[in-house]
């Protein structure tokens, strides 16, 4: 049971790089989500997507993109890379339906900016 | 005010006390509320998830939901040191499935 996966695990960025963090989740679950984790904080919400070809902004888009062309895979793109993004990102996924569907997180990817 | 509020803690419980985790949140209309546990340097893992008013019990674990005066707990009861970790407290709004987390609970269980 996969689940959701991330990668990768790890990243060191300089300021100005781009880079693309890949979420791929196996339970065909159609809502998919990016949040990031600051030290100490909650997860924020970056981006979502409720279906193949549908993404919406979270609490906190700016300097992100996302697509989702696929039910199964959401990656998240950073294009010009600010020691501010430096954090961890999770990725989620949840059914559709029922009020209490839970979210499935990823392991998490460690992004430094430099 | 935050949307979802909890104490940062940390909460020190000794081991085999109840631990008693704490959630307030600020939209009415909430429809569902979730427990994740986060050990250090790890994912947000789903405890329990509850919707309706009253508790909700699955093994060690209890969730209690009162909405009239929006607040959401968890009780750890036989606390264990591997209950250590941060709690997060979740909740939906009344449309869509995306959740708000508050900023997590550290709870240190002594042996």
């Not at chain 2, 509020?5 to 008693?20: D, F, K, M, R, Y």
């Not at chain 2, 939901?65 to 209950?83: F, H």
């Amino acid at each position: 049971n996969a689940g959701v996966t991330q990668t990768p695990k790890f990243r060191i960025l300089k300021i100005g790089q781009s880079m693309t963090l890949q979420c791929t989740q196996d339970m065909n679950h159609n809502y998919m989500y990016w949040y990031r984790q600051d030290p100490g904080m909650g997860l924020k919400l970056i981006y979502y997507s409720v279906g193949a070809g549908i993404t919406d902004k979270g609490e906190v888009p700016n300097g992100y993109n996302v697509s989702r062309s696929t039910t199964e895979d959401f990656p998240l793109r950073l294009e010009l890379a600010a020691p501010s993004q430096t954090s961890v990102y999770f990725c989620a996924s949840s059914r559709q339906g029922a009020i209490n569907q839970p979210q499935h997180f990823g392991d998490g990817t460690r992004l430094s900016i430099l | 005010q935050k949307e979802v509020e909890q104490n940062s803690g940390p909460l020190s419980v000794p081991e085999g006390a109840i631990a008693s985790l704490n959630c307030t949140y600020s939209d009415r209309v909430s429809q569902s509320f979730f427990w994740y546990r986060q050990y250090s340097g790890k994912s947000p893992e789903l405890i329990m998830s509850i919707y309706s008013n009253g508790d909700k019990e699955d093994g060690r674990f209890t969730a209690q939901l009162n909405k009239a005066s929006q607040y959401v707990s968890l009780l750890i009861r036989d606390s264990q040191p591997s209950d250590s970790a941060t709690y997060l407290c979740a909740v939906r709004r009344e449309y869509g499935n995306k959740l708000v987390f508050g900023a997590g609970t550290i709870l240190r269980v002594k042996s």
